[in-house]
């Protein structure tokens, strides 16, 4: 890759932060808070939602479903309001955030625990903590559901790491919402 073709793609990055948790955590709790927070301070936010079942592209019957019946696979509706892109085909928080870029400036992303991106890992359980450590990289930050102090007690005796990221309570949402801010904030200036 030429220096002039690396700097194109630098360009085109968008910074991306992630949420991530087990059911019923409180991720999208926390995404629409986040993107409430950062939209009334005069950002562009977009956002993006891994879901690991199946859903329907459109509503049946619609013509838009009637055309990826027939085998389009990609079909676009728009009105003078909203534009909504169906395609028959996964994509990666990447490609999500790439198509996204000169629209948005910053993707939340609930899920898509194997992307790189910085991440907030959220928990109910000192196992979640342990596991989703196994499983997610690049956790700058985790919300409990428990007392964090209680939290880090017990992982301290597990195989979580004494320089892991700060683990902060929920029960103290103020605090936690300024320290999910800032991290957010802080990605704009990378």
């Known amino acids: ?21 087990y059911k019923n955590s409180g991720k999208t709790t926390l995404a629409c808070r986040l993107i409430e927070a950062l939209s009334v301070q005069g950002l562009r936010v977009g956002s993006a939602k891994h879901d690991a079942h199946l ?7 619609t013509d838009s479903s009637k055309h990826l019946l027939y085998g389009a696979v990609e079909t676009v509706l728009t009105s003078p309001e909203a534009t909504r892109v169906m395609r028959r085909s996964a994509a990666s928080l990447r490609e999500i955030a790439e198509s996204m870029h000169g629209r948005v400036d910053l993707v939340i992303a609930e899920g898509f625990k194997s992307a790189d991106y910085p991440k907030i890992a959220l928990i109910r359980r000192t196992e979640d903590q342990i596991t989703l450590q196994k499983e ?7 919300l409990s ?4 102090a209680e939290l880090q007690s017990e992982a301290s005796g597990s195989r979580i790491s004494p320089d892991s990221p700060p683990v902060l309570s929920l029960r103290v949402q103020a605090l936690a919402d300024q320290a999910v801010i ?3 904030l802080s990605l704009l200036q990378s």
């Open 1 to 21: 890759m030429t220096t002039e073709s690396q700097h194109a793609a630098v360009q085109r990055l968008v910074p991306v932060l992630q949420i991530i948790g």
């Open 55 to 61: 859903f329907q592209l459109d509503d049946p019957e």
């Open 136 to 142: 997610a990289t690049n956790i700058r930050l985790w």
């Open 145 to 148: 559901w428990e007392e964090a």
């Open 182 to 184: 800032a991290l957010a």
